[in-house]
């Protein structure tokens, strides 16, 4: 019984087997699937519990929301839907439709992430927060302001100001970007040299979290101590943690007096960096100082028709909005001491705008010559004139074309990458040239990411930033708030 057992075991494994490689040859083999729902089965729920949201299937808006504009396109598929949430109960039925048939969501306010933080996941919802746009308070009397996640950060600055107070975050998507999204990435720009990133003029946040429950975090009051501090956890998570619904915002008085602006000419980014280096140690609180290097400043001449190449290897631009005549002579005597050949200053609003406006148009002016991709890294301040040797170093050694800018204040330099527009595909110099970047900047103790986050560009570097247990953990509090990983998966943290 046995032996006949075995043989009849045998001959059907052969049948299998001659089976199984005909389907193969043929084309045709796929393993057996049973799906338990159709696709108009989860949206039919997905519009019941959410009954106030503009949801989207069609492939127009599901092509058209992909890709944010600003990333380089890593979908890896198909939206399931996209969906624009009016309330904090749409979000809760969203997600709860999202761990129902573990779907992947997707958090989403206007779109402006350049590390691709936003983009699809095959299967996806893509959860828009950009209707959520109401500034719901602005005190002048508590020095806070309460806003909504789709509120442009230049909007509620502007609502600030008619009080007598200002929003300082000012990254330079500031006309476009949403406050949830400067939150999500932790934000920084030209002020965070005086007034910080993104993080630190947060007081309190109101999210709802994988398994729908709504927490409210912070206060108010500019001072807080109790509890662990959960508010920071959340800022910079970019969506992996729970969905930012209400932002409580620090604001600052408008400064007395009339502000400064300038512009300071040096013989190199070194020399400029270690003058940067000593203004920020001379008791002087500048709002703003800018770096330019020679390869910018060409870029930026023919743009605007401008001769500033001509005059320097290194533009400073500096603003000081507080300290009067006093602290515009301390700045300009360490400049001159420390090797500036050139400055010159204005309190003109018309001129300063035209300062301000070199500055804004620097991007455009670079990203005119060809492909290209801009980095991120800050180091520590006594660091960066060897970081911007090193840079210029290596645009030598591997004849790229760099063009190296950033917030010389704190320390964050944004080189950026430029190749023909014919090559399609990134030039392998030019991956080569962001490895040797990064890790340089790691050596020199500083960050790979100053303030645009991490997104799916960065997320491969999280052990050797942060190293191994850091990595660790951070998976464990993903793990603890996210169990079934259906927020933003795969950005942040790999």
Not at 85 to 94: F, H, T, Y
Not at 100 to 122: C, E, F, N, R
Not at 288 to 304: C, F, H, I, S, V
């Amino acid at each position: 019984m046995i032996r006949i057992g075995l043989r009849k075991s045998l001959h059907l494994q052969k049948v299998s087997d001659i089976l199984m490689v005909n389907l193969k040859q043929k084309g045709r083999f796929e393993m057996a699937k049973f799906p338990a729902y159709d696709q108009k089965t989860i949206l039919d729920d997905l519009q019941a519990a959410a009954p106030n949201a503009v949801i989207k299937t069609d492939a127009a808006s599901l092509a058209a929301h992909k890709n944010a504009p600003n990333g380089v396109g890593s979908a890896d598929g198909d939206l399931l839907a996209y969906v624009e949430v009016g309330d904090e109960a749409d979000i809760q039925g969203v997600l709860k439709v999202a761990r129902y048939y573990h779907l992947p969501v997707i958090p989403q306010t206007t779109a402006t992430s350049t590390v691709s933080g936003s983009d699809a996941v095959k299967g996806g919802i893509l959860l828009s927060l950009k209707r959520m746009n109401q500034i719901l308070e602005v005190s002048r009397a508590d020095q806070v302001a309460v806003v909504q996640p789709g509120v442009i950060n230049k909007d509620l600055d502007d609502a600030a100001r008619k009080i007598g107070m200002f929003y300082a975050p000012d990254p330079g998507s500031k006309g476009i970007a949403a406050v949830g999204g400067n939150v999500s990435t932790n934000a920084g720009g030209m002020s965070t040299v005086k007034y910080g990133a993104t993080k630190d003029n947060i007081l309190g946040l109101h999210v709802i979290l994988a398994d729908g429950r709504k927490v409210e975090l912070g206060h108010r009051t500019l001072k807080q101590a109790f509890g662990y501090n959960l508010t920071q956890l959340f800022v910079g998570a970019e969506g992996t943690l729970g969905i930012v619904t209400e932002i409580t915002v620090k604001l600052m008085p408008l400064p007395l007096g009339t502000p400064i602006t300038g512009l300071a000419f040096f013989e190199n980014m070194t020399a400029l960096a270690k003058a940067v280096t000593e203004v920020r140690a001379s008791g002087v609180y500048p709002a703003m100082l800018e770096a330019l290097d020679k390869p910018t400043l060409g870029a930026l001449d023919r743009y605007e028709g401008t001769h500033y190449a001509d005059e320097s290897g290194a533009m400073l631009i500096l603003r000081l909005d507080a300290g009067g005549q006093e602290a515009l002579a301390k700045t300009q005597s360490v400049l001159e001491e420390f090797g500036a050949l050139k400055v010159q200053v204005t309190s003109d609003e018309k001129e300063q705008a035209a300062i301000l406006k070199l500055r804004q148009d620097m991007l455009p002016a670079v990203f005119a010559n060809g492909n290209h991709v801009m980095e991120d890294m800050a180091v520590p301040l006594s660091k960066l004139a060897e970081m911007m040797d090193y840079i210029a170093k290596l645009a030598k050694d591997l004849d790229l074309e760099i063009y190296t800018a950033g917030h010389a204040g704190d320390g964050n330099v944004h080189p950026s990458i430029i190749w023909p527009k014919a090559e399609t595909e990134v030039p392998a110099k030019v991956t080569e040239a962001l490895q040797l970047m990064f890790r340089k900047a790691l050596a020199l103790g500083g960050t790979i990411s100053g303030e645009h986050a991490v997104g799916m560009l960065k997320n491969q570097w999280n052990a050797e930033e942060l190293g191994p247990e850091v990595d660790q953990l951070q998976h464990q509090i993903k793990s603890l708030l996210d169990p079934m990983n259906i927020l933003n998966p795969g950005r942040k943290i790999n």
